[in-house]
């Protein structure tokens, strides 16, 4: 058997430690899962995200691989969802691009960009009878929209649930609140030290993937940390507006922020946009929510009943060049980095991992 530590239950590391797990049969894989956090994983950037599944809307912001990655992985994930005992939310009815009147020039520029670099992905123009065909109280704001028939969402806090109950009935053994403070280099393998109410323990592996986000920052000695990560703020806040109604992802083309609706169902909507280069992990400015609120409300006057029923903020882990990684030193593979796209790439990263796992394994039973 080959004892494999994944630390960090983030949505990466429940794919990885359940796939690993379910392939035991055929790669002789003992996997443990190690986490700081409860099983809940409010702490984890994967809580605080919308779950858009959408890479043109990322398209200005984002690199090519990073777009490409996104569609490769929509067509991944209904797969993996199927192979969930509990409901989760999928949907790929498509999203709608929108600006006002003022910002027209943010609509062209965008509609640019996408018919020049991905001429392969169907992008449409709606004029404002078209657009209320699709969504008839958008219809109401706006003139004009794109209309990108491709892209969709998932239910990313429906999903942290259905993975974890999903990890219990097929009893991968998960040592949460066990806070993982460095990773050490062997002869053969790595060892762990982490805490546990209080005491300081150690555990020895064969082979460690390391998902533990900005938790992995380099700030002491511990070989695994990782320098040149960053954290970047994101901010959002989840609304219940029942007189609402809204079926697709929204974005809202500004000159200074891209403010996002994701409808959840059941009058719910997720509403975000900041994106601050900071690590205060303190609860929304005034400046953010007033932001926020404004913007969904110029897209929606229904907004102005919403119930506000949360506001979250969490620290999301970023390179310097906003790039995923995989590395791979002896025994330990480190995933990190995935900045604000981890739903969108997850499903092509979990089959990068898996791959170098098994390579990595079959190196290790020949020493």
């Not at 892209?151 to 429906?158: L, V, Y």
């Not at 303190?282 to 119930?307: C, I, Q, W």
Request: glycine fraction near 6%; hydrophobic fraction near 35%.
């Amino acid at each position: 058997m080959t004892s494999i530590a994944v630390v960090g239950a983030g949505l990466m590391g429940r794919l990885i430690a359940l796939y690993l797990h379910r392939e035991r049969a055929d790669y002789g894989y003992q996997v443990t899962l190690f986490d700081k956090d409860d099983k809940s994983g409010h702490q984890s950037s994967a809580y605080a995200a919308a779950g858009l599944l959408t890479p043109l809307g990322e398209a200005m912001h984002s690199e090519a691989n990073i777009v490409e990655m996104g569609f490769e992985s929509i067509k991944l994930w209904p797969a993996i969802l199927a192979s969930l005992d509990e409901y989760t939310f999928f949907q790929q009815e498509g999203a709608i691009m929108v600006s006002h009147e003022q910002d027209k020039g943010d609509y062209f520029r965008v509609k640019s960009y996408l018919e020049n670099h991905y001429p392969q992905h169907l992008v449409q123009q709606l004029n404002r009878q078209q657009l209320q065909q699709l969504e008839p109280e958008i219809g109401r704001s706006f003139n004009q929209a794109l209309y990108l028939p491709e892209e969709g969402q998932i239910g990313n806090r429906k999903l942290l649930i259905a993975l974890r109950h999903q990890l219990e009935k097929e009893q991968v053994t998960w040592l949460s609140q066990h806070h993982v403070q460095s990773i050490n280099h062997l002869a053969k393998g790595c060892q762990l030290r982490y805490q546990y109410q209080g005491n300081d323990l150690q555990s020895n592996f064969d082979l460690v993937v390391d998902c533990r986000g900005i938790g992995a920052k380099q700030t002491t000695s511990d070989p695994s940390q990782l320098s040149d990560l960053r954290a970047v703020r994101g901010e959002l806040m989840q609304l219940f507006a029942p007189d609402v109604h809204i079926t697709r992802p929204i974005r809202l083309m500004h000159p200074r922020y891209q403010l996002y609706i994701a409808p959840k169902g059941k009058g719910f909507y997720v509403v975000g946009a900041t994106e601050i280069e900071s690590e205060d992990n303190s609860p929304m400015t005034v400046r953010s929510a007033m932001e926020l609120l404004s913007a969904a409300y110029s897209v929606h006057p229904g907004f102005a009943e919403a119930n506000i029923r949360q506001h979250v903020c969490q620290l999301r882990p970023a390179f310097n060049d906003n790039q995923p990684k995989i590395d791979k030193t002896n025994d330990l593979i480190q995933v990190n980095g995935l900045y604000r796209h981890g739903f969108l790439i997850a499903p092509v990263l979990l089959e990068r991992v898996k791959h170098i796992v098994e390579q990595s394994t079959k190196a290790i039973n020949r020493k």
